[in-house]
């Protein structure tokens, strides 16, 4: 029964569609693998953006307090 199709052609475009749908699923690991990897990314760096907030912070207190000795030691 010939419908027009030709099965040798209808064979290499079905396995192109299979080998299509593999390529697919490893390109959506990979993409899972990277937002995983992206939201690690960004807790990290809200992290260490308050580690930095916290270390200028305190360098203005000590520097604060230094200014205020020098002032009061000094007399002026």
């Known amino acids: 029964m ?5 099965l040798v052609r209808y064979g290499v475009l079905w396995n192109k569609v299979e080998n299509y749908e593999h390529r697919l699923e490893a390109i959506d690991k990979k993409m ?14 809200n992290k260490q953006a308050g580690m930095a907030w916290l270390g200028i912070s305190m360098l203005t207190a000590l520097s604060t307090l230094g200014g205020w000795a020098l002032h009061w030691l000094t007399g002026k």
Do not use: F, H, P
Not at 2 to 6: C, P
Not at 32 to 45: F, G, P
């Open 2 to 6: 010939d419908n027009g199709i030709d």
């Open 32 to 45: 899972d693998k990277m937002e995983a990897q992206l939201e690690t990314l960004v807790a990290n760096s």
